[in-house]
C-alpha cells in the first residue's frame, strides 16, 4: 500500500502546485484587466520590462518612475540576443511589454523578427530625432554613444588622426587597438561602413585594420585603453561612455590610465562618427500597452535623460538636455548620417566580412 | 508465494513508472532540440564550416586536452601525498586543497585578469614602487594557455576529492605491500598507485573535460572561440538555430564518445571491497627536504588557486561595498540560496528514485535510465534552457486554452515561474546527485536490501527503513556538491529568470559584462563563501563515513 501512497502523494502534489499557481496567476490577469478606469489602473498597474541594460542607474529612474505614477516596473535582465530568443518563443502569450537594450542593431533585428509594435506619440517624437527612432516607430533612441579613437597625447600628435579608413593605412602597422568581432559594438560599427561605402569598402576597412593590430583582440573597451599605456599599440577603438567610466574609476590607476589618453572623434570631414543608441520598444503583444508608453514618454523627458546623461557618461537623445560636463569638455562632433535601423539591417553580412577576415 | 511474487512485482513497476516518468521528462527538452539536428543544411552553416569550424575544434580539443592533463598531474598528486604522507597543518590542508571549487572559473576569470593587466596589481606596485615597466607579453592571461591555467586551477579538485577517497579507504594494503617489498615513493607511486586509481582518475578528469566543453563565462570573457561560444553566435548572434543545433550535436557527439571511452578505460574491474578487509592508509610521517618540498607544493597551489584570487576580491569589496550593499543584496543571497536548496532537494529525490529503480532492476532498462541522468550535463546550458523554455510554453499553451474555456484572459503561467527554472536546474544537474548516490548505492550493496526483503518487508519500506539509512553520508554529499554547483550557475539563470528575480551569480555577470569588474567583487564573494561553507560541510561528511 505503501508505495501507491508515494505515487500518489507525488502526482498530487504536482497538480496542486499547477492549480494554485494558476489560481494565483489568473487573479492577477482578471484584477489589472477589470480596472478600466484609468485613475485606479494607475495605482495598481504596472509594466514588464525585458532589459539587457545592467546599469544600476535604470533601477534608480524605474523606483522614481513607480513613486511618480503608481505603475509598478518588473524587470527581467538578461542578454539581448537570449532575450529576443524569449519574447519570440513566448509569442502572443508574452508578458513582456518592453524590450530595452543598448544596440540598434538589436532593435532592429526584434522588429525583423515581429516582436514590436508601431507606437504613435506626440512626445517621443518632440524628444527624440528622427534618425534616432525606426522608420516605422517600432524603437525609440534613448541614449546615444560614440565610437571614437583613443590615443596616447605623448605619442601620437591629433593632427595624424582623421578617419576610420586612415587606421589602415600603413603607418598604423602593428599600432591599432581594438576587441574582438564578437562583440556587437564592432559589428555595427562595420555596419555602418557598409552603408556608407558599400560591402566591398567595408571588407577592405575590415581587412586593413585586421593587418594592423597591434595583438590579437581581446578583453573589453577598457582593455584596449590600457593596452595603449601599456605601450602595445598607439590607437585604440572604444566606446565613448567607457572612456568616461575610467576617467572616474573608483580604482585610481584606471584613472591614471585614462588621463594620459585623448578622445578623437574621426571622419569629421567626411562621414562622422559612429553612434549607436540604447533603445526600447513596445512588444507585438502587450498587454500593458498604456502603461509601456507613459514609460517610455518618461525615459525621454528631459528630467530623466539627465541623469542618464550624468550616471552614465552617455549622450542624451534630447535636444533640451546637455551633456555631462566632461563630454561637453570633449566638444562637438559631426555624427554618420545613418538611419540607425541600418545597423540592424546589415548586422549579418559585418559577421561573416569580420570572419572572412579573419577578425578573431 | 504467487502472491507474493506478484506483489513485488508490481511494487518495482512503481518504482520503474516514476523512473520512466522523471526520464521522460529529462529527455524531452534535449529531444525538442535535437529533433531539428536533421533539418536542412543553410548557408549559414557553409560559411561556419568554411571560415570557422576547425578554429573552434582545434581550440576546444587544445583547451580539453591541456586542462585534462593538467588537472591529472596536480589532482592526483596531490591525492596521493594527502594520503600517504603526513605534514605540518595535514588536516588543514587536507580540506582546503578542495576550496578552490568554491570560486566558479569565470569568476576566477575576471579576477586573474584584474590582477595581472595593466593596472593590476603587480604591475602597479612594480612600476609605482620599483619604476620596472614590463612587457604585456608576460602578464597577458586573455588566451589559450591562460584558460587552461584557470580552468586547471578552478576544477582540480574534482580529480584530487574522487581519487583521494579511493586511495584512503580501498588501496592500503596494495601500498602497503609495495612498501614493504622496498619500493620507493615515486616507484609506488607510478607503478601501484597510477594503475589501480585509475577508474577513480578517469571518473574525476571526465567531470573536468565535461566542464571545459561546457563553459561559457571564461573563453567568452577571454575572446576565445569555443564550440559553446560558437552555438551562442550562430544561434542568437545568426539567428540560425539549425546551424546551432548541428553544433551542439557535434559537441554532444564528442561528449559520448568520451563517455564510452572513460568505460573503456575503466574497464570491466569493478574496485568494490568486502567490507571487513578495508581499512584506511595510514599516512607516514614525512622529514626534511622532502617535507619542505611538500608543504611549499601545498602552500603555492593553495595560494594559487584560492587564496590570491580571494584576497583580491576581499581588497575589491573593500573598494566598493558602500556602493554595491543594500537592503536589495539580502534578497539576491536569499534568492539564490533558496533555489539552489529547491532544486538540489528535487535533483536527489530524482536520482534516489532512478538509482533505486536501476540498481534492483538487473536487466538493461536500468542501466539506460542511469545514463539518460548524465544528458543534461553534456549538453550546453544554453542549448538545455531554450529546450526547457520550448517545453514550458507548449504546456503554458495547454493551460492557456484551459484560462480561455474559462474566458479568462489568457497569459503565461508555467514559463513565468520559478519552477521552470528549477526544472532546468534538475536536468541539467541530475548527474551530479547521481553519481553520489549511485556510488553510495555500490558500498553497500544489494546484501542489506535482500535481507531485509526475505525478513518481509516491501521495496519501499525497505527503501525507507534500510537503504536509505545506509547512503545518508551519499546523500548528504550528493545534496552539497548540487547545491554548489547551482549557486555558481549562470547560463540557466540568466536565460529563464522569472520577472525581478536576481541572484548572486546574475548579478556578477551583470558588473562582470559592463566591465565593472570590481563592482561585480561583492557578490562573487558571497558566493564564494557560501560554496566554501558548503564544501567545508562536505568535507565533515566524507570525514564521517564508515571506513
Given at each position: 500500500?505503501?508505495?501507491?501512497?508515494?505515487?500518489?502523494?507525488?502526482?498530487?502534489?504536482?497538480?496542486?502546485?499547477?492549480?494554485?499557481?494558476?489560481?494565483?496567476?489568473?487573479?492577477?490577469?482578471?484584477?489589472?484587466?477589470?480596472?478600466?478606469?484609468?485613475?485606479?489602473?494607475k495605482?495598481?498597474?504596472?509594466?514588464?520590462?525585458?532589459?539587457?541594460?545592467?546599469?544600476?542607474?535604470?533601477?534608480?529612474?524605474?523606483?522614481?518612475?513607480?513613486?511618480?505614477?503608481?505603475?509598478?516596473?518588473?524587470?527581467?535582465?538578461?542578454?539581448?540576443?537570449?532575450?529576443?530568443?524569449?519574447?519570440?518563443r513566448?509569442?502572443?502569450?508574452?508578458?513582456?511589454?518592453?524590450?530595452?537594450?543598448?544596440?540598434?542593431?538589436?532593435?532592429?533585428?526584434?522588429?525583423?523578427?515581429?516582436?514590436?509594435?508601431?507606437?504613435?506619440?506626440?512626445?517621443?517624437?518632440?524628444?527624440?530625432?528622427?534618425?534616432?527612432?525606426?522608420?516605422?516607430?517600432?524603437?525609440?533612441?534613448?541614449?546615444?554613444?560614440?565610437?571614437?579613437?583613443?590615443?596616447?597625447?605623448?605619442?601620437?600628435?591629433?593632427?595624424?588622426?582623421?578617419?576610420?579608413?586612415a587606421?589602415?593605412?600603413?603607418?598604423w602597422?602593428?599600432?591599432?587597438?581594438?576587441?574582438?568581432?564578437?562583440?556587437?559594438y564592432?559589428?555595427?560599427?562595420?555596419?555602418?561602413?557598409?552603408?556608407?561605402?558599400?560591402?566591398?569598402?567595408?571588407?577592405?576597412?575590415?581587412?586593413?585594420?585586421?593587418?594592423?593590430?597591434?595583438?590579437?583582440p581581446?578583453?573589453?573597451?577598457?582593455?584596449?585603453?590600457?593596452?595603449?599605456?601599456?605601450?602595445?599599440g598607439d590607437?585604440?577603438?572604444?566606446?565613448?561612455?567607457?572612456?568616461?567610466?575610467?576617467?572616474?574609476?573608483?580604482?585610481?590607476?584606471?584613472?591614471?590610465?585614462?588621463?594620459?589618453?585623448?578622445?578623437?572623434?574621426?571622419?569629421?570631414?567626411?562621414?562622422g562618427?559612429?553612434?549607436n543608441?540604447?533603445?526600447?520598444?513596445?512588444?507585438?503583444?502587450?498587454?500593458?500597452?498604456?502603461?509601456?508608453?507613459?514609460?517610455?514618454?518618461?525615459?525621454?523627458?528631459?528630467?530623466?535623460?539627465?541623469?542618464?546623461a550624468?550616471?552614465?557618461?552617455?549622450y542624451?537623445?534630447?535636444?533640451?538636455?546637455?551633456?555631462?560636463?566632461?563630454?561637453?569638455?570633449?566638444?562637438?562632433?559631426k555624427?554618420?548620417?545613418?538611419?540607425l535601423?541600418?545597423?540592424?539591417?546589415?548586422?549579418?553580412?559585418?559577421?561573416?566580412?569580420?570572419?572572412?577576415?579573419?577578425?578573431? | 508465494?504467487l502472491?507474493?511474487?506478484?506483489?513485488?512485482?508490481?511494487?518495482?513497476?512503481?518504482?520503474?513508472?516514476l523512473?520512466?516518468?522523471?526520464?521522460?521528462?529529462?529527455?524531452?527538452?534535449?529531444?525538442?532540440?535535437?529533433?531539428?539536428?536533421?533539418?536542412?543544411?543553410?548557408?549559414?552553416?557553409?560559411?561556419?564550416?568554411?571560415?570557422?569550424?576547425?578554429?573552434?575544434i582545434?581550440?576546444?580539443?587544445?583547451?580539453?586536452?591541456?586542462?585534462?592533463?593538467?588537472?591529472?598531474?596536480?589532482?592526483?598528486?596531490?591525492?596521493?601525498?594527502?594520503?600517504?604522507?603526513?605534514?605540518p597543518?595535514?588536516?588543514?590542508?587536507?580540506?582546503?586543497?578542495?576550496?578552490?571549487?568554491?570560486?566558479?572559473?569565470?569568476?576566477?576569470?575576471?579576477?586573474?585578469?584584474?590582477?595581472?593587466?595593466?593596472?593590476?596589481?603587480?604591475?602597479?606596485?612594480?612600476?609605482?614602487?620599483?619604476?620596472?615597466?614590463?612587457d604585456?607579453?608576460?602578464?597577458?592571461?586573455?588566451?589559450?594557455?591562460?584558460?587552461?591555467?584557470?580552468?586547471?586551477?578552478?576544477?582540480?579538485?574534482?580529480?584530487?576529492?574522487?581519487?583521494?577517497?579511493?586511495?584512503?579507504?580501498?588501496?592500503?594494503?596494495?601500498?602497503?605491500?609495495?612498501?614493504?617489498?622496498?619500493?620507493?615513493?615515486?616507484?609506488?607511486?607510478?607503478?601501484?598507485?597510477?594503475?589501480?586509481?585509475?577508474?577513480?582518475?578517469?571518473?574525476?578528469?571526465?567531470?573536468?573535460?565535461?566542464?571545459?566543453?561546457?563553459d561559457?563565462?571564461?573563453?567568452?570573457?577571454?575572446?576565445?572561440?569555443?564550440?559553446?561560444?560558437?552555438?551562442?553566435?550562430?544561434?542568437?548572434?545568426?539567428?540560425?538555430?539549425?546551424?546551432?543545433?548541428?553544433?551542439?550535436?557535434?559537441?554532444m557527439?564528442?561528449?559520448?564518445?568520451?563517455?564510452?571511452?572513460?568505460?573503456?578505460?575503466?574497464?570491466?574491474?569493478?574496485?568494490?571491497?568486502?567490507?571487513?578487509?578495508?581499512?584506511?592508509?595510514?599516512?607516514?610521517?614525512?622529514?626534511?627536504?622532502?617535507?619542505?618540498?611538500?608543504?611549499?607544493?601545498?602552500?603555492?597551489?593553495?595560494?594559487?588557486?584560492?587564496?590570491?584570487?580571494?584576497?583580491?576580491?576581499?581588497?575589491?569589496?573593500?573598494?566598493?561595498y558602500?556602493v554595491?550593499?543594500?537592503?536589495?543584496?539580502?534578497?539576491?543571497?536569499?534568492?539564490?540560496?533558496?533555489?539552489a536548496?529547491?532544486?538540489?532537494?528535487?535533483?536527489?529525490?530524482?536520482?534516489?528514485?532512478?538509482?533505486?529503480?536501476?540498481?534492483?532492476?538487473?536487466?538493461?532498462?536500468?542501466?539506460?535510465?542511469?545514463?539518460?541522468?548524465?544528458?543534461?550535463?553534456?549538453?550546453?546550458?544554453?542549448?538545455?534552457?531554450?529546450?526547457?523554455?520550448?517545453?514550458?510554453?507548449?504546456?503554458?499553451?495547454?493551460?492557456?486554452?484551459?484560462?480561455?474555456?474559462?474566458?479568462?484572459?489568457?497569459?503565461?503561467?508555467?514559463?513565468?515561474?520559478?519552477?521552470?527554472?528549477?526544472?532546468?536546474?534538475?536536468?541539467?544537474?541530475?548527474?551530479?546527485?547521481?553519481?553520489?548516490?549511485?556510488?553510495?548505492?555500490?558500498?553497500?550493496?544489494?546484501?542489506?536490501?535482500?535481507?531485509?526483503?526475505?525478513?518481509?518487508?516491501?521495496?519501499?519500506?525497505?527503501?525507507?527503513?534500510?537503504?536509505?539509512?545506509?547512503?545518508?553520508?551519499?546523500?548528504?554529499?550528493?545534496f552539497?556538491?548540487?547545491?554548489?554547483?547551482?549557486?555558481?550557475?549562470?547560463?540557466?539563470?540568466?536565460?529563464?529568470?522569472?520577472?525581478?528575480?536576481?541572484?548572486?551569480?546574475?548579478?556578477?555577470f551583470?558588473?562582470?559584462?559592463?566591465e565593472?569588474?570590481h563592482?561585480?567583487?561583492?557578490?562573487?564573494?558571497?558566493?564564494i563563501?557560501?560554496?566554501?561553507?558548503?564544501?567545508f560541510?562536505?568535507?565533515?561528511?566524507?570525514?564521517?563515513e564508515?571506513?
Amino acid at each position: 500500500m505503501f508505495k501507491k501512497n508515494i505515487f500518489t502523494a507525488v502526482v498530487m502534489v504536482l497538480l496542486a502546485a499547477l492549480v494554485l499557481a494558476g489560481c494565483g496567476k489568473s487573479n492577477e490577469g482578471a484584477s489589472s484587466s477589470n480596472t478600466d478606469a484609468k485613475k485606479e489602473e494607475k495605482k495598481s498597474g504596472e509594466v514588464n520590462l525585458y532589459t539587457s541594460r545592467h546599469y544600476d542607474v535604470d533601477d534608480k529612474i524605474f523606483a522614481d518612475f513607480t513613486k511618480e505614477t503608481g505603475i509598478k516596473v518588473n524587470l527581467i535582465k538578461g542578454e539581448d540576443d537570449e532575450l529576443i530568443e524569449r519574447l519570440s518563443r513566448e509569442g502572443k502569450a508574452t508578458k513582456g511589454d518592453l524590450f530595452f537594450t543598448s544596440d540598434a542593431g538589436r532593435l532592429h533585428w526584434a522588429k525583423d523578427k515581429d516582436l514590436l509594435q508601431s507606437v504613435e506619440s506626440d512626445t517621443l517624437n518632440k524628444n527624440i530625432p528622427e534618425n534616432l527612432r525606426d522608420k516605422d516607430n517600432q524603437w525609440f533612441g534613448l541614449t546615444k554613444r560614440a565610437r571614437v579613437i583613443v590615443y596616447d597625447k605623448k605619442k601620437v600628435d591629433q593632427s595624424e588622426l582623421s578617419t576610420y579608413e586612415a587606421l589602415t593605412e600603413d603607418k598604423w602597422k602593428g599600432k591599432v587597438l581594438i576587441r574582438s568581432s564578437e562583440n556587437i559594438y564592432n559589428q555595427s560599427l562595420v555596419s555602418s561602413f557598409i552603408s556608407l561605402n558599400g560591402k566591398d569598402e567595408a571588407k577592405k576597412w575590415a581587412e586593413g585594420i585586421v593587418n594592423n593590430m597591434a595583438r590579437d583582440p581581446q578583453g573589453g573597451d577598457r582593455d584596449q585603453a590600457k593596452g595603449i599605456v601599456a605601450g602595445e599599440g598607439d590607437v585604440a577603438i572604444m566606446n565613448s561612455y567607457y572612456f568616461g567610466q575610467m576617467l572616474n574609476s573608483e580604482d585610481p590607476e584606471e584613472v591614471k590610465v585614462a588621463k594620459q589618453l585623448s578622445v578623437f572623434f574621426p571622419n569629421q570631414e567626411t562621414t562622422g562618427t559612429h553612434i549607436n543608441i540604447s533603445g526600447i520598444g513596445v512588444t507585438k503583444h502587450a498587454k500593458n500597452k498604456e502603461n509601456a508608453i507613459e514609460l517610455m514618454e518618461y525615459l525621454s523627458s528631459p528630467k530623466v535623460q539627465e541623469v542618464f546623461a550624468e550616471a552614465n557618461y552617455e549622450y542624451p537623445v534630447n535636444k533640451d538636455v546637455e551633456p555631462s560636463e566632461l563630454l561637453k569638455s570633449w566638444g562637438n562632433f559631426k555624427e554618420q548620417d545613418l538611419n540607425l535601423s541600418e545597423l540592424g539591417e546589415n548586422n549579418a553580412d559585418a559577421v561573416k566580412i569580420m570572419n572572412e577576415v579573419s577578425w578573431k | 508465494m504467487l502472491y507474493l511474487i506478484r506483489k513485488m512485482r508490481s511494487q518495482l513497476n512503481s518504482w520503474a513508472l516514476l523512473s520512466v516518468i522523471f526520464s521522460t521528462l529529462i529527455l524531452l527538452p534535449a529531444l525538442l532540440i535535437m529533433i531539428q539536428l536533421f533539418a536542412e543544411s543553410n548557408e549559414n552553416w557553409e560559411h561556419i564550416k568554411e571560415y570557422m569550424l576547425k578554429n573552434y575544434i582545434v581550440n576546444s580539443v587544445t583547451l580539453v586536452s591541456f586542462t585534462g592533463f593538467f588537472t591529472v598531474l596536480i589532482g592526483v598528486s596531490t591525492a596521493w601525498l594527502v594520503s600517504a604522507y603526513k605534514v605540518p597543518m595535514h588536516r588543514f590542508f587536507k580540506w582546503g586543497l578542495i576550496l578552490p571549487l568554491a570560486i566558479p572559473p569565470y569568476i576566477g576569470a575576471y579576477t586573474y585578469h584584474g590582477i595581472l593587466n595593466y593596472t593590476g596589481v603587480i604591475q602597479t606596485t612594480l612600476r609605482n614602487q620599483f619604476g620596472i615597466k614590463v612587457d604585456q607579453k608576460y602578464f597577458d592571461i586573455m588566451n589559450i594557455p591562460g584558460a587552461v591555467f584557470i580552468f586547471t586551477m578552478f576544477l582540480y579538485p574534482y580529480v584530487y576529492i574522487i581519487t583521494r577517497s579511493f586511495l584512503e579507504n580501498q588501496s592500503s594494503s596494495l601500498i602497503e605491500n609495495a612498501r614493504l617489498l622496498g619500493k620507493g615513493s615515486f616507484m609506488t607511486f607510478i607503478q601501484v598507485v597510477l594503475p589501480v586509481s585509475r577508474a577513480a582518475i578517469v571518473g574525476g578528469v571526465s567531470l573536468v573535460i565535461l566542464e571545459v566543453f561546457n563553459d561559457y563565462g571564461v573563453v567568452k570573457y577571454f575572446g576565445i572561440q569555443t564550440f559553446s561560444t560558437a552555438i551562442f553566435q550562430a544561434w542568437f548572434g545568426m539567428g540560425d538555430i539549425y546551424s546551432a543545433i548541428k553544433l551542439a550535436g557535434t559537441l554532444m557527439f564528442i561528449v559520448v564518445l568520451i563517455l564510452i571511452l572513460e568505460k573503456v578505460i575503466r574497464g570491466r574491474k569493478q574496485y568494490s571491497y568486502s567490507t571487513s578487509k578495508v581499512r584506511p592508509l595510514q599516512p607516514k610521517e614525512l622529514k626534511g627536504l622532502k617535507k619542505v618540498a611538500v608543504l611549499s607544493f601545498f602552500i603555492s597551489l593553495f595560494a594559487l588557486a584560492f587564496a590570491i584570487p580571494f584576497i583580491q576580491l576581499l581588497q575589491w569589496v573593500y573598494m566598493t561595498y558602500d556602493v554595491i550593499l543594500s537592503a536589495a543584496f539580502a534578497d539576491l543571497i536569499w534568492n539564490s540560496v533558496f533555489v539552489a536548496a529547491i532544486g538540489s532537494v528535487f535533483i536527489i529525490i530524482v536520482a534516489l528514485i532512478i538509482a533505486n529503480f536501476s540498481r534492483l532492476s538487473k536487466g538493461w532498462i536500468g542501466k539506460l535510465f542511469s545514463k539518460i541522468t548524465v544528458l543534461g550535463y553534456s549538453i550546453p546550458g544554453a542549448v538545455i534552457a531554450i529546450g526547457v523554455l520550448t517545453l514550458f510554453l507548449a504546456l503554458d499553451e495547454k493551460v492557456i486554452t484551459l484560462y480561455e474555456w474559462f474566458g479568462l484572459e489568457p497569459t503565461l503561467v508555467l514559463s513565468l515561474s520559478i519552477s521552470m527554472l528549477i526544472f532546468a536546474y534538475v536536468v541539467r544537474f541530475l548527474a551530479v546527485g547521481f553519481n553520489s548516490i549511485e556510488s553510495g548505492f555500490d558500498k553497500v550493496g544489494t546484501v542489506f536490501t535482500e535481507a531485509s526483503r526475505t525478513l518481509g518487508m516491501s521495496v519501499t519500506k525497505t527503501f525507507f527503513k534500510v537503504d536509505i539509512k545506509m547512503i545518508k553520508g551519499a546523500i548528504a554529499g550528493g545534496f552539497i556538491l548540487v547545491f554548489v554547483d547551482i549557486l555558481k550557475e549562470l547560463p540557466l539563470t540568466l536565460i529563464l529568470q522569472p520577472f525581478n528575480f536576481y541572484t548572486l551569480a546574475t548579478k556578477t555577470f551583470q558588473y562582470a559584462s559592463d566591465e565593472r569588474i570590481h563592482e561585480a567583487a561583492v557578490s562573487s564573494m558571497v558566493i564564494i563563501c557560501i560554496s566554501a561553507l558548503s564544501i567545508f560541510f562536505l568535507h565533515r561528511v566524507l570525514e564521517k563515513e564508515p571506513k
